[in-house]
């Protein structure tokens, strides 16, 4: 496709469970990022790639968050054992080899995780 | 660390009405700048940016002077539609830590009605 194609577009589940949200980036960019933005925020950064390994993910908030990117193009953000305070639209963002510098990212339109 | 301050909306003006959206940020070493927007339904995109101190972003009639003097980047621009409805992120990248990410202000939704 031709932008950054995030699924689900909403996801409601109940606390305790797990979950994946997925993301495909635009061809050919090797950067990708995932993001948390909750109601009336800002999006806050949580892990960052370079082809296919994290190259800061000082941004996830603890060890029940985990992201994959095998092949260096779609990525897995998973979530264990959900808490409320999950709830939240998570964002995926990618940008070319060359757009790094410029800090050009390309977002998708985000999954809306509620947790009840 | 690097952070974003932005005004609280949402902000409500008439059509060509004369628009200003405060920020300001606090970093360690010589970040670049970016406003983002977010139109109704759709994905943030990069609107205008500037990489250094007084240069200016400009793009679809908005503007920001990086001001490293005040540590601003306030977005302007003179005659706003209703097609600028959306909310705006102002944002702040500083590659001398070593990190790609950006780091966002919490928005700031503008209304313009006709």
């Known amino acids: 496709g031709a932008g950054v194609s995030q699924t689900p577009s909403n996801k409601v589940t109940e606390k305790g469970k797990y979950v994946e949200l997925r993301c495909d980036p635009i061809s050919g960019h090797t950067a990708l990022y995932w993001y948390r933005q909750s109601l009336g925020q800002g999006p806050e950064f949580l892990i960052y790639f370079q082809g296919t390994g994290a190259a800061d993910d000082s941004g996830l908030p603890n060890d029940r968050f985990f992201a994959v990117r095998p092949e260096g193009s779609v990525s897995t953000l998973k979530i264990q054992r959900t808490e409320r305070g999950d709830s939240a639209v998570y964002l995926c963002a990618s940008s070319s080899a060359g757009q790094l510098n410029t800090g050009e990212l390309f977002f998708g339109e985000g999954s809306r995780l509620t947790v009840l | 660390g690097n952070s974003v301050t932005q005004m609280e909306g949402p902000v409500t003006l008439s059509e060509e009405a004369f628009l200003t959206i405060n920020c300001t940020y606090t970093a360690t070493g010589y970040p670049s700048l970016f406003w983002y927007v977010q139109y109704p339904g759709e994905g943030l995109q990069l609107l205008l940016k500037a990489t250094k101190a007084d240069d200016k972003g400009s793009n679809k009639g908005f503007e920001a002077t990086y001001r490293k003097e005040t540590t601003s980047f306030h977005l302007e621009k003179g005659s706003v539609q209703v097609s600028d409805s959306a909310v705006y992120f102002c944002?702040?990248?500083?590659?001398?830590?070593?990190?790609?990410?950006?780091?966002f202000g919490s928005g700031t939704r503008l209304q313009v009605q006709p």
């Open positions: 944002a702040l990248s500083d590659p001398h830590t070593g990190r790609r990410a950006l780091t």
